[in-house]
């Protein structure tokens, strides 16, 4: 199963964000054992080397995103992806940006704690409980 992991799911991990830390934690083990083939967005790259910087250094972000690389594929970014995702009824751009990139990767669907930003997405969008649930069935 083909999920692209939306950037705050990431971040609740590699932040330790309580209360979603343990699901978003369960998710990536999900991601390391092949249950799940786990995408990250391009754009999702740079937002965590973002917050990673801000509330550390340089050097542990570099680390991070390098782990992130070998654990997740990327969903790139370009023109194409970019002008779709224009045209999409989406009410943020970057989470349009997300959703078309992981179109153009024929993905499966998305995993966000924000399922209201993906409202108008015609690929199924899960929340972690609800992937979760799915895995296990």
Request: aromatic share 10%; with cysteine; net charge negative.
């Given at each position: ?39 990250l ?31 997740f594929s ?9 002008k ?13 940006v ?28 899960y ?7 799915l895995?296990?069935?």
């Open positions: 199963m083909k999920i692209v992991f939306d950037t705050n799911v990431v971040l609740d991990v590699l932040l330790a964000r309580e209360p979603y830390l343990a699901l978003s934690e369960i998710l990536f083990c999900e991601v390391e054992k092949g249950n799940i083939q786990g995408y967005c391009a754009t999702t790259i740079t937002t965590i080397d973002y917050f990673l910087a801000k509330s550390g250094n340089r050097e542990t972000s570099k680390v991070t995103i390098g782990k992130l690389l070998k654990l990327i969903a790139e970014v370009n023109h194409f992806v970019l779709k995702a224009l045209a999409l009824d989406f009410s943020d751009f970057e989470d349009s997300l959703y078309q990139s992981g179109v153009c990767m024929d993905v499966d669907g998305f995993v966000t704690r924000n399922k209201k930003d993906f409202k108008t997405a015609l690929l199924p969008v929340s972690p409980s609800e992937l979760l649930e895995i296990k069935n």
